[in-house]
């Protein structure tokens, strides 16, 4: 009799219910290490005496307990669980495999995978990615699979069509195809992927679920004339008060025939359409247009047009500048090749722990070529060594990119001395000149000292040691909802997506919650205690403890948000008929006076996005918002001083209206006051046309009207040093090109650096309706789309891997080191130690961040110690313990105990004396992690050096 599986229903709430599911082993064979693969049409929101391993749509894939490994002859298990029904009508799970055999049923269900697909992209038109799905058998039923196309480094709707649906196998059927039309340019470009994933399977079990698309470019820059052959005219052929009709000629004045022609130039006005010519135009890097098909060839003294119309309200129409025809600058009037312009800032930084000046090389207009540019640091009255960090090296603009930061660290000397100064100095530039090639940075001694808590000096946010804090972070939402926690705990230990908010880069936390959650009958729900053991019996509050807590052991901070008064949804006041002022004040004060001398908690964010009726500066008691902040915000001071007070906006002042929370006008005439000087922060909220279309994204003038719109609302804030400002709210789904124009113009606005504003993205969780999240629908994956974009504000805060001088120690039995074999293949420590100083210096570091009874979470840090960058990283090792999940890299399983993990697009490059890591989940039971081993990095095998104790 073949093994079993029987369901039972323990009991059923209608909108919930316990289930139990049975395995029987009716062999005479020892089941060992279990696994159970099923269908549901619920979702499982708590679970026993097993652990979720894998959830594919509504395929489950769950595992033995630590205790409950093996399964003897004749004897059973029993996993409880706890569902909640997604469809109207209740049914059993289904398609049950254990180890990987069909049970319940003589014919067990046939297996899908799908293969990968290569295409190259041709010039124009379509081209197909031809994926093949197969069964492993025929089945005598009809078998289906949804399937979808996902976002590599191709981008849907601009490399290729993306696509979704339904995939339909008859009866006796084992293969299909996916075709994902793929759009043919004449772009030089890198070679691009996409994935197709595939989940909820009826009929039969998902074996491989993804596929991977690779667009091959076939695009070459065509041989061009020399510059001084080419001539490009520019025509206004009509104009009119918002626009006008444009022409530009290319004459080829050179000797031979021109076969293919791209011509790039920048403009003030937009192109908003164009005839003859394809447009590849990036708007980050200008204009950029080619041939079609029947206009690739200029005979010798012959010409070619092309036509546009664009938007221009200004009066006479400007000229086109810095062209470039193939790729080659084009010379001005007076035969000049016109180059951007680089120009490094000054910058003023107070001496303590942790300083970093921050340099900020721009240049003056997008480039169509690299830029480089050599840069070091030069002693004033500051020395090397003593005051900060001597470096140099050597800064590459890609085209397109006007703007990069130098970080110098000033070290703290606790000496009493004058201010003192240091230059940065640029030099030797390529495809660009300098105009002011020296900033000087000048270090204030003593600055703001420090009281023990949080302040703010001017519009920065000292931190309690005395040091400038940029709040850098996301929104973790949960804890204000009915769930009474923060969401994802479902899927995933809050403490590895704390430890997954860090490695990104985030250094904040804020935390929504409600005022129900501290009501007695407020009870946490949908967790996984099995994935969060320690959170089991405990209260909102003490949920909230936790957080806070694992935060502080991590080294991040956390801003508490008043979301809403109850959990059932928002407010435009702060207060309801059930949750009244004084009860919104003495819950803040009980917070305050909970978490007093507690350093992790940055402050109080008051009420979350007043709105409708809510006014500022009215001197109504029951609207005034204003006032209601100061009475909110001194009443926390009274009992904890040490707090900053976030003050957010409304949404009309004096007729004009804005986001919610957003409208910060009235501040400028009504400031907020609070009885503790150095306290205040405001915290505007905004969002792009996807949330709602307000009239200023149709402007003509659009995204270039926002920084103007912004000043107006709050950035004056900042820019006038009247306050700190923080951004607490942003965010979007990055469906639209509208909202991709906002969200980097909103980045460029909120500038680098500690001088930056202060911003936490909205946000963490997937599941907000408006906007996504970093984390996509399976909590595990970060969205790169959006976390490439914000790596622009992250790069000062750890965000993107930083250089230094790594110590190798090893005494700990769950870590270990790894290096590149030298050349001389020597065995000894001398000869190993001699190696480390080559070009090809690569260090390998495993250790085990955090662990619990049958898992834990790790971390691989590559550190590049040689003479050249590293460009692209593929490792490959040995593993005994399986990976469930993993962040910072691509993960591939090659066998059941090795594995890939490959680069993304944002930590491609390993700087010298950079690092990069990428952490993961693991399952393991035993008193010891084994470490990996038989590391390979990029082909080249790497050798064990954890003997060592030091290199």
Known sequence: MVNTVDFA???????????????????????????????????????????????????????????????????????????????????????????????????PLPRITISDATVTEGNQGLSYLIFTVSLDSGSNQTVTVNYSTINQTATASQDYEPMSGVLTFAVGETTKTISVPVYGDNLVEQNETLQVILDNA??????????????INDDQNPPSENDSDIVVDFTVNNQWNSGFTGTITITNQGTNPIDGWQLGFNAPFEIVNVWNANNNSNDSQGYNFSNLSWN???????????????????????????????????????????????????????????????????????????????????????????????????LVFNPGETSKTIAVNIFNDSILEDNETLSLNLSSPVNATIEDGQGIATILQGGLTAEGGWQTQGNQIIDPDGNPFRISGVNWFGLETSNFTPHGLWARNYRDMMDQMRDLGYNTIRLPFSN????????PNSINYSLNP???????????????????????????????????????????NQYSE????????????????NNTIIGADLHNEPHGSATWGSGNIATDWRLAAERAGNGILSVNSDWLIFVEGIENYNGENYWWGGNLMGAKDFPVRLNVANRLVYAPHDYPASVYPQSWFNSADYPQNLPDLWDRHWGYLHQENIAPVLLGEFGTKLETRSDRLWLEELINYLGEGSNGINWTYW??????????????????????????????????????????????????????????????????AQTLNNSLNSDRDILINFQVDNRWNDGFTGSITITNQGETPIQGWELEFDSSFALTSLWNGKQKQISSDRYLVSNLSWNE???????ISFGFNGLWDGEIIPNPDNYFLNGQPLIDISSLSSI
């Open 9 to 107: 229903l323990v009991n059923d709430w209608g909108s919930g219910f316990q289930g139990q599911l049975t395995i029987t082993n009716n062999s005479s064979l020892l089941i060992s290490d279990w696994t159970l693969t099923f269908s549901a049409d619920f979702e499982i929101t708590d679970l026993w005496n097993g652990t979720i391993i894998n959830r594919q749509g509504n395929q489950y894939t769950i595992s033995y307990p630590s205790w409950d490994r093996d399964i003897s002859p004749q004897e059973t298990v029993s996993i409880g669980f706890i569902g909640k029904p997604l469809n109207t009508s209740f049914s059993e799970p289904t398609n049950f495999i254990l180890n990987g055999e069909g049970v319940n049923t003589e014919n």
């Open 202 to 215: 009826s009929g039969a079990v998902i074996e491989n679920g993804q596929a991977l698309g690779n667009i």
């Open 296 to 394: 690739r060839q200029i005979p010798v003294n012959g010409s070619i047009s092309f036509g546009f119309n664009g938007a221009w309200t200004q009066g006479n129409i400007p000229e086109p500048s810095n062209y470039s025809f193939n790729g080659i600058p084009l010379e001005d009037t007076e035969g000049n090749v016109v180059l951007p312009t680089l120009t490094v800032n000054n910058v003023n930084v107070t001496e303590g722990n942790n300083t970093i000046a921050n340099f900020i090389v721009t240049l003056s207009e997008p480039s169509q070529r690299l830029v480089e540019v050599r840069y070091s640091t030069e002693d004033n009255s500051a020395s090397a060594g003593l005051d900060y960090e001597a470096i140099s090296g050597n």
């Open 516 to 523: 129900q959650l501290f009501d007695s009958g407020s009870v």
């Open 534 to 576: 320690d959170l089991q019996g405990l209260n909102g509050l003490q949920i909230m403890d936790k957080v806070v807590d694992y935060a502080g052991q991590i080294g991040l901070k956390i801003i508490l948000d008043r979301h809403r008064p109850s959990a059932e949804s928002q407010s435009s006041l702060w207060y309801t």
């Open 582 to 597: 004084a009860r919104w004040i003495s819950d803040w004060q009980m917070l305050a006076q909970r978490y007093s001398g």
């Open 763 to 828: 946000s963490w969780n997937p599941n907000s309706g408006d906007t996504g999240g970093i984390l996509q629908d399976d909590w595990n994956t970060v969205n790169t789309d959006k976390q490439n974009l914000l790596n622009n504000l992250l790069i000062d805060n750890g965000g993107i891997s930083s250089s230094g001088t790594f110590t190798m120690e090893n005494n700990n039995p769950e870590t270990s080191l790894f290096a590149l074999e030298s050349s001389e293949n020597s065995n000894n």
């Open 909 to 915: 490059e390993i700087p010298v004396n950079g690092s």
